[in-house]
């Protein structure tokens, strides 16, 4: 069928063969209409979950949302770890140079503990147009795991950035953590043009504390 916003699917009126498997891995209930996660049940008719996120509030103060509110921009196919935090970033390419970017993140809370991690990144830039370039602001990633492990954010990396008229935006990858869209950086550029940068990254620091979820 046509898929919609917030996972609600139209169904064809010759459809002959049902499949209830739904993207990201849900499980559609025909008789309730709704869709089973795992952990909880989500009702498309209202983007919302039916019970209240496990983790409690520190997946946000809306506990029965999805995905933030934003299924265009963000996704979370298995239910995984967020980290949240802020980053600096700079660089030039012109049309080569080099980027350098530093993240100060914290986990959300798993089985009554929480992870933050300070991890660097560098790599050279290709660009065009693009001479010199910064950044800082706000955010996200996921992994594809569900344990705390801070150490899945060195390896190979890459940033992503293009500005036009002094608005930018950029993607990063980060090892095995991937950006989640929060809010467009605050930053400064000179002329027009787009940058890629292929690099690593490091896990500089790290430490564990707890929080109390009692998930």
């Known amino acids: 069928g046509e898929?919609?916003?917030?996972a609600s699917v139209t169904k064809p009126e010759d459809q002959s063969l049902t499949l209830?498997?739904?993207?990201?891995g849900q499980y559609?209930?025909?008789?309730?209409?709704?869709?089973?996660?795992?952990?909880?049940?989500?009702?498309?008719s209202k983007g919302r979950y039916t019970q209240s996120d496990p983790i409690g509030l520190m997946g946000g103060v809306n506990t029965f949302g999805?995905?933030?509110?934003?299924?265009?921009s963000s996704y979370d196919p298995y239910g995984l770890v967020m980290w949240t935090g802020t980053y600096r970033t700079g660089g030039f390419a012109a049309p080569g140079g080099?980027?350098?970017?530093?993240?100060?993140?914290?986990?959300?809370?798993v089985s009554g503990m929480k992870s933050t991690a300070s991890v660097l990144y560098v790599g050279p830039t290709i660009g065009l147009g693009l001479?010199?370039?910064?950044?800082?602001?706000?955010?996200?990633?996921?992994?594809?795991?569900?344990?705390?492990?801070?150490w899945e954010f060195q390896g190979v990396a890459g940033v992503y950035s293009a500005s036009i008229m002094g608005f930018g935006v950029s993607r990063i990858v980060l090892g095995n953590a991937f950006q989640r869209?929060?809010?467009?950086p605050r930053g400064f550029t000179i002329e027009i043009g787009a940058a890629v940068s292929l690099g690593s990254s490091?896990?500089?620091?790290?430490?564990?504390?707890s929080c109390g979820c009692g998930t």
């Open 181 to 184: 869209p929060v809010d467009e």
């Open 131 to 150: 001479e010199v370039s910064g950044a800082e602001g706000n955010i996200a990633f996921i992994m594809h795991r569900d344990d705390l492990s801070p």
């Open 202 to 209: 490091t896990l500089t620091d790290f430490s564990y504390s």
């Open 66 to 72: 999805y995905v933030a509110g934003n299924p265009l």
């Open 98 to 109: 080099a980027t350098v970017a530093y993240f100060d993140l914290v986990s959300e809370c």
């Open 28 to 44: 559609h209930d025909q008789e309730s209409g709704l869709y089973y996660n795992y952990f909880r049940t989500y009702d498309p």
């Open 20 to 24: 209830n498997l739904r993207f990201p």
């Open 3 to 6: 898929a919609e916003s917030l």
